[in-house]
């Protein structure tokens, strides 16, 4: 399960973390938006809900998992 911090991170604060470590939006269908980048020399992609205030675990650490990053950085990001 993420830390406690993350759980508490709406969509403009995942946004916000995958700005900082260098993703671009590339794309947007209905609520959903992609954010496209590299980490660690392999270019990821990461499917963010627009509007979330809250996002369930298993939704949150998918995107951690997809981003490439470990939930450390996300946290130093915060």
């Known amino acids: ?3 406690k911090r993350l759980l508490s991170l709406s969509s403009k ?13 590339s794309r947007q269908k209905g609520s959903h938006q992609q954010f496209v980048g590299n980490v660690k020399g392999k270019k990821r992609r990461v499917t963010v809900i627009v509007n979330q205030k809250h996002f369930a675990p298993r939704t949150l650490k998918s995107m951690i998992s997809q981003s490439g990053l470990s939930e450390g950085e996300w946290l130093e990001s915060i």
């Not at 604060?13 to 939006?25: A, H, R, S």
Request: aromatic share 6%.
């Open 13 to 25: 604060d995942v946004k916000k973390i995958l700005k900082e470590n260098n993703f671009i939006l």
């Open 1 to 3: 399960m993420p830390d």
